[in-house]
């Protein structure tokens, strides 16, 4: 079965800064678009960041750009998001999810989520 | 304009037909695609590339999509189709657009 599990999330201080990983199971994890997906509390989805299947390219919302990098490792299954410059409003649930194209994405297989909290 | 706008919310009984629409400038001319999330749950795929069902998906959800609006059917509604769902599309200059989410509730 398809599987994506990110890990962590945890509460970090306004300005600071948390890594995110994801790993992937049962899928040729090189073959496929990854993404972050968030999800503040009680909100709807909102995209974050996606890279290409040999991580040629990657891809922000407005609202993280700058302050984000995403990155993925092949050889490792994994996905990673890198979070700087933290700010309140980027409190939620982040979600690693798969996508078998870029242009245009649809993401087929979700994680469970890792809950990132900013706040002093 | 890459907004893509749903109904917060849409109540239908059980075996009737539920039709949730997302509406956004360009929507006719890109592939829109949907997803169900339970409470408590991670989002699941139900429709993408307009009208296309993943495997496993029941039979029950369709999708169209024209002019400005795409649109979630399922017929024959059923009490575990009670949920959130988020059309979701692509623009070229915002990149990933979600819809704000419609909650179907199944009285």
């Known amino acids: 079965e398809v599987q994506v599990v990110e890990s962590g999330g945890g509460l970090v201080k306004p300005g600071g800064s948390l890594g995110l990983s994801c790993v992937a199971s049962?899928?040729?994890?090189?073959?496929?678009?990854m993404n972050w997906v968030r999800q503040a509390p009680g909100k709807g989805l909102e995209w974050v960041s996606s890279i290409t299947s040999s991580g040629s390219y990657t891809f922000y919302a407005d609202s993280v750009q700058g302050r984000f990098t995403i990155s993925r490792d092949n050889a490792k299954y994994s996905l990673y998001l890198q979070m700087n410059s933290l700010r309140p409003e980027d409190t939620a649930v982040y979600y690693c999810?798969?996508?078998?194209?870029?242009?245009?994405?649809?993401?087929?297989?979700w994680g469970q989520g890792t809950l990132v909290i900013v706040s002093s | 304009s890459s907004e893509l706008t749903q109904p917060p919310s849409v109540s239908v009984s059980p075996g009737q037909t539920a039709r949730i629409t997302c509406s956004g400038g360009k929507l006719g001319h890109k592939n829109a695609c949907w997803y169900q999330q339970k409470a408590g749950q991670s989002p699941v795929l139900v429709i993408y590339e307009d009208t296309m069902r993943p495997s496993g998906i029941p039979e029950r959800f369709s999708g169209s999509n024209s002019g400005h609006t795409a649109t979630l059917t399922i017929s024959g509604t059923q009490a575990m189709d009670e949920a959130a769902y988020y059309c979701?599309?692509?623009?070229?200059?915002?990149?990933?657009?979600f819809g704000g989410g419609t909650k179907l509730t199944v009285l």
């Open positions: 049962e899928f040729t994890f090189s073959g496929y678009t």
């Open positions: 979701q599309a692509w623009d070229s200059s915002a990149g990933v657009v």
């Open positions: 999810a798969r996508a078998p194209n870029w242009n245009p994405p649809h993401f087929d297989s």
